[in-house]
Every structure is written in structure tokens, then in C-alpha cells.
């Protein structure tokens, strides 16, 4: 049972008015946008690990996994309709052992542990009792869906080039990138040849493993145009899930800026090749192997999880695949109680108030104050996320307006009259690694009938500074800003 706070603790409000505030303007450039996002860009996984799953002397995935989920918790059913709707992509590692229980197919076994296997299991099989089961849930809480293929099926460590899930440095196996291009080819025949009609035809994304600018560009080359419809790669840029140095990461912002490079040169295939649905971070969990058990679940991941949501967007990046939903350390829920994480409503905000139609922003300040701006989701107006990394500063922020086409004359100072609707999060107890997040000094908690609550907004007198307290993030929307890029 869980203590429900009702209110966040007020010496936290004091302890923050303490904190050095630094003033900041901040420069939004409305007149055109610098990249567009998908309108469902928060995405997040189901993944196939049973709970015999183990890293680092913990199996945190428990019965999470898509063959033992229990779909009948309305705790679950709830965290997803709040979306409405939520991008699922169900895959991970172990969709290459997965055998469909189809036609001629007649054994039906479950993921064993074996030492020889492919990332350490045996194959295990989805029946179709099982698959409609899931049709079901997705119909009924109105998923938005992707279904990863076994696209390594067969193959086993020694069969493969050294590598990780297709492409790139890491374990498990590696594909040749010119087999993997003609195998993509035959897949794309045989979707059109199983779905005639072009508009209930599924899209084929690919390839689905870290990037590796060689690798992906023989891949594309060899697939040609038209038979890759998206762009998919994936992003652990935090390392091992057991790094005792996680935390320092995380607050680093000379090290969360090292991963755009991964962003850009993803951004410059996707120019060169031009596939219809542009790139996705189709997994990202942060740290590897089910992510952190100190950090993952708390607070601070969302410094990095959003921050990585923020800097995507900016190269282009069309979807952003959280892993997981559930499971692991790095579930968006707990995986026993399916009480949502702090990341939980960092993400449901972002959906709810961020626009497919990304600006640019400019400031001179600290560089632990991070800043991206997007048209709102609702118009009009203009949403943007700010994180403080910092410790013991506080930012009070104002804004300008840039002036197109000519950066050598003064930006226009802006002064809304409008009241500007802010979301302020931050630890409940002021600790980063408190597993409750607090909006608006109010505990994110489930209601007593397993509903996410009440995310409402605080009015706030637009002609104040917005003040971004020490290790907090807040979003903010700004209804009377004039962007013509959001018109």
C-alpha cells in the first residue's frame, strides 16, 4: 500500500528561494521552423524478456514481458489511455528468437535460458491466442502500433559478424549490410503482395540497431528507394546500466551534448536517402541492460530522458521510443505495481503540450539550463521544456522575439497579456532520486481508482520572469507569442 501525499513538502519551496538566480532571455525564432516531429513522437516499448532476464545481480522485469503481461490491470489500461493515443512499439532483443505459432508451426515453447542462444535464450513463441489477446488490449486503449520481425531468426552468435541487433558496436550479432538490404527488399514484396490496397498497407522500418554511418548507408544503398519507409536506429548513450558514475552523467550537459553526433549523422542519411517517414529512435533506454536500479526510476532520469526528447527533435528525428513501458529498471511503470515512474508524466506532458513544428531557440547562459521550443500542440502559441541541471542556481527567464532574415538587428523584446500556463516538476522530497515527482507542488499519484490525475496548469502574470528552480524542469506554454512558423 502506498502513502498518498497530498501536498509537497513546503521546506523545499524555502530551501529553493535560497538558490543564486541567474537572469536569462531567451530567444525564440518563430518565423520558421527548423524540423517537424511526428504528432505521436512519445512512443514507448513492450519488450520480450521473461523474468528470468538478469543483469548485475537484479532480474528486475519480473512478468512485464509481452508473452506474461497482465492486460486487465486498470492501472496499465489507464496509463495508456491517457494518451490517447500512445505509440507502441513492441520488439527489443529477443524478437529475433520469436517464433510465430502459424501454419505449419506446431510446438509453442517459452524462453528458456540458455547459454549458447542468441542474447541467452532459446526461441519463444507467440501463439495466436496470445496475439489476439494483445490485438485486443491495443484496439481497446486505442494504441497507435509497431510490431517488430525476427528479422535475426535462425542465426545464433557464431553465424553472425561480432556486433549488436543488426548494425553497430555492442553484443549479440551483427547482419551484413548488403544481405540485410536485399532481405528488406523481399520483406517489402511480400507486404505488398499480403496487403494490396495502399492505404491499409503497414510501413516497413528498418534497421532497427545502433548506428554506424558505413554500415547504414550500404543498407539503404543496396534496398533502394521506396522499400525502406523509415529510418530506424537506437540510443544507449549512457552506458552500462551498473556505472557508478550514472548520476554524473546525467547532470553533465557537456556529456548529454555528445549524442547529437549520433543525431546528425542519422539526419544526414535520412537527407541523402530520403525514406517517406524520415528517422525514429525506435528504442532508447538511457543506460543499457534494463537500464539503472539507482537512477532509472527516479526523478533524475528525466534530466536525460527528456533532454534527449528535446535534442532529437531539434535533427529531424520524427518518433522517440522510450524502453519501456514496463519492465526493467527503465519502465515508464513500476513492473509489480504499474504505478507510473516520474518519466511517466514528464513524457504524458510532452504529448499533451508539444507541437509537431520544432523552433529554434537561443540564449547566452549557463549551459545546465536547456532550453527547446516547439509550436503548442494546441494552438495558438508556442510549448517549451526547460531543464535545470544545476544544483544551487535558480534561472529567471524572459524572452524575445527573433527578428526574420536579418540577425544583425535587436530581437524584439516580448511581454505577453496573456497569463502563461506553466508545469513546474521537481523531486517530492527535493532529492533527485525520489521516485515521486511532484507539478505544480502537487505528488503525481494515481486517484483511488487507478486514474492518472489532474495535470492542470498555473496560471501565471506573463508580464513576471518564469523561474526555473535548481534540478527542476518545467513546460511552458505561451498562448499571445507570435511564431508565423505556427500559424
Given at each position: 500500500m502506498y502513502f498518498k501525499f497530498t501536498f509537497c513538502p513546503i521546506i523545499l519551496l524555502l530551501w529553493a528561494s535560497l538558490s543564486f538566480a541567474q537572469n536569462v532571455n531567451v530567444v525564440i525564432h518563430g518565423a520558421a521552423s527548423i524540423a517537424k516531429t511526428d504528432d505521436n513522437f512519445v512512443c514507448v516499448t513492450l519488450d520480450?524478456?521473461?523474468?528470468?532476464?538478469?543483469?548485475?545481480?537484479?532480474?528486475?522485469?519480473?512478468?512485464?514481458?509481452?508473452?506474461?503481461?497482465?492486460?486487465?490491470y486498470g492501472a496499465l489500461i489507464n496509463a495508456i489511455k491517457a494518451f490517447n493515443p500512445l505509440r507502441i512499439k513492441v520488439g527489443g532483443s529477443l524478437q529475433d528468437n520469436v517464433v510465430y505459432k502459424v501454419g505449419e508451426v506446431s510446438s509453442c515453447p517459452n524462453f528458456m535460458k540458455r547459454e549458447d542462444g542468441l542474447f541467452g535464450f532459446s526461441q519463444g513463441c507467440l501463439s495466436m491466442e496470445r496475439w489476439d489477446q494483445l490485438n485486443r488490449f491495443f484496439n481497446h486503449t486505442g494504441v497507435k502500433l509497431t510490431f517488430g520481425l525476427n528479422a535475426l531468426f535462425g542465426r545464433n552468435e557464431s553465424q553472425t559478424e561480432k556486433g549488436n541487433q543488426l548494425s553497430g558496436p555492442g553484443m549479440g550479432a551483427k547482419v551484413d549490410a548488403k544481405q540485410y538490404g536485399k532481405d528488406v527488399i523481399v520483406l517489402k514484396n511480400l507486404v505488398k503482395e499480403l496487403y494490396a490496397h495502399p492505404e491499409t498497407q503497414p510501413k516497413v522500418?528498418?534497421?532497427?540497431?545502433?548506428?554506424?554511418?558505413?554500415?547504414?548507408?550500404?543498407?539503404?544503398?543496396?534496398?533502394?528507394?521506396?522499400?525502406?519507409?523509415?529510418?530506424?536506429?537506437?540510443?544507449?548513450?549512457?552506458?552500462?546500466?551498473?556505472?557508478?558514475?550514472?548520476?554524473?552523467k546525467i547532470l553533465d550537459p557537456s556529456y548529454?551534448?555528445?549524442v547529437s553526433q549520433t543525431y546528425k549523422g542519422v539526419s544526414d542519411v535520412v537527407n541523402k536517402f530520403r525514406p517517406q517517414l524520415g528517422a525514429w529512435v525506435s528504442e532508447s533506454g538511457g543506460a543499457l541492460n534494463g537500464g539503472s536500479k539507482d537512477v532509472s526510476r527516479t526523478f533524475a532520469d528525466g534530466f536525460w530522458y527528456l533532454d534527449q526528447m528535446g535534442m532529437a527533435s531539434t535533427y529531424d528525428q520524427k518518433v522517440f521510443c522510450r524502453q519501456a513501458l514496463i519492465g526493467g529498471n527503465y519502465g515508464l511503470l513500476n513492473a509489480t505495481t504499474f504505478v507510473p515512474n516520474?518519466?511517466?508524466?514528464?513524457?504524458?506532458?510532452?504529448?499533451?503540450?508539444?507541437?509537431?513544428?520544432?523552433?529554434?531557440?537561443?540564449?547566452?547562459?549557463?549551459?545546465?539550463?536547456?532550453?527547446?521550443?516547439?509550436?503548442?500542440?494546441?494552438?495558438?502559441?508556442?510549448?517549451?521544456?526547460?531543464?535545470?541541471?544545476?544544483?544551487?542556481?535558480?534561472?529567471?527567464?524572459?524572452?524575445?522575439?527573433?527578428?526574420?532574415?536579418?540577425?544583425?538587428?535587436?530581437?524584439?523584446?516580448?511581454?505577453?497579456?496573456?497569463?502563461?500556463?506553466?508545469?513546474h516538476l521537481r523531486a517530492l522530497t527535493g532529492d533527485t532520486?525520489?521516485?515521486?515527482?511532484?507539478?505544480?507542488?502537487?505528488?503525481?499519484?494515481?486517484?483511488?481508482?487507478?486514474?492518472?490525475?489532474?495535470?492542470?496548469?498555473?496560471?501565471?502574470?506573463?508580464?513576471?520572469?518564469?523561474?526555473?528552480?535548481?534540478?527542476?524542469?518545467?513546460?511552458?506554454?505561451?498562448?499571445?507569442f507570435e511564431a508565423p512558423a505556427c500559424v
Open positions: 520480450w524478456w521473461p523474468a528470468e532476464k538478469c543483469d548485475y545481480n537484479q532480474c528486475p522485469w519480473g512478468k512485464a514481458g509481452i508473452l506474461n503481461l497482465d492486460l486487465r522500418l528498418g534497421p532497427g540497431g545502433f548506428y554506424e554511418e558505413k554500415w547504414f548507408n550500404t543498407f539503404l544503398e543496396v534496398s533502394g528507394q521506396g522499400i525502406v519507409d523509415g529510418l530506424t536506429h537506437h540510443i544507449y548513450n549512457l552506458g552500462p546500466g551498473d556505472d557508478p558514475n550514472m548520476m554524473n548529454l551534448n555528445q516520474p518519466d511517466y508524466y514528464g513524457a504524458l506532458l510532452w504529448h499533451r503540450l508539444m507541437g509537431s513544428t520544432v523552433l529554434a531557440v537561443t540564449k547566452e547562459s549557463d549551459p545546465n539550463l536547456r532550453v527547446y521550443a516547439h509550436c503548442a500542440k494546441k494552438k495558438p502559441g508556442v510549448s517549451l521544456i526547460f531543464i535545470n541541471l544545476s544544483k544551487d542556481r535558480s534561472f529567471n527567464i524572459t524572452f524575445s522575439n527573433a527578428k526574420p532574415g536579418d540577425a544583425g538587428k535587436p530581437n524584439y523584446e516580448f511581454v505577453g497579456k496573456q497569463n502563461r500556463e506553466e508545469y532520486k525520489d521516485d515521486i515527482v511532484c507539478l505544480n507542488d502537487v505528488p503525481m499519484v494515481q486517484t483511488d481508482s487507478e486514474d492518472i490525475p489532474a495535470m492542470d496548469p498555473k496560471l501565471v502574470d506573463a508580464s513576471t520572469p518564469i523561474s526555473i528552480a535548481a534540478q527542476s524542469i518545467a513546460y511552458v506554454t505561451i498562448r499571445d
